[in-house]
């Protein structure tokens, strides 16, 4: 069941170690630092289970630390099909992971299935995933995600969507 009283997002990327547990660090960073972190449920999964279990990748880590944000307690997990009744907002990373998502929430869904960049920004852009690629991707995608976490957090706060 979705949390009535607040607005519950759940942030997906393939394997939940890179570009999802960093936007879940993000958001919340940025919530608790407007103050109004009590106002949210945020999570994030993979649409993989390989990582199970795992920190976030070193990567991950080392980007958000630079900025402030400490991630190093999220563990991965694979998402699940009662995760679409207990979120109102599902955001997946790229276009394959939306694939995966529109599969498992079928017509049941009680939430919103979108791609994180279309539904934060408007631009219908995959969050590039930066497993195979150095620290300049990693960087990259912390920008793309702080930017996109910065309007989802004005966005939820105007309306009652993800709730």
């Known amino acids: 069941m979705a949390h009535p009283e ?3 997002v759940l942030f997906v990327c393939t394997g939940n170690i890179c570009r999802s547990p960093l936007a879940e660090g993000i958001f919340r960073h940025l919530a608790e630092t407007a103050g109004v972190a009590d106002d949210f449920v945020i ?3 993979g649409t993989g289970g390989w990582h199970e279990g795992e920190a976030p990748d070193p990567r991950s880590r080392a980007i958000a630390a630079k900025h ?3 991630i190093s307690a999220q563990r991965a997990r694979k998402i699940v099909a009662s995760d679409f009744q207990r979120f109102g907002l599902v ?5 394959d992971n939306m694939a995966v998502l529109r599969r498992m929430a079928g017509t049941n869904a ?5 791609l994180f960049s279309d ?10 995933d930066p497993y195979y690629g150095g ?3 990693f960087d990259n995608v912390y920008h793309m995600l702080f930017t996109g976490c910065q309007s989802l957090l004005s966005k939820l706060q105007a309306s009652s969507i993800g709730s």
């Open 6 to 8: 607040k607005s519950s």
């Open 43 to 45: 999570a994030s999964a």
């Open 68 to 70: 402030g944000i400490d």
């Open 91 to 95: 955001l997946g990373m790229d276009g």
């Open 110 to 114: 009680a939430a919103t299935v979108a």
């Open 119 to 128: 539904y934060t920004l408007s631009i219908r852009k995959d969050v590039p």
């Open 135 to 137: 620290a300049d991707g």
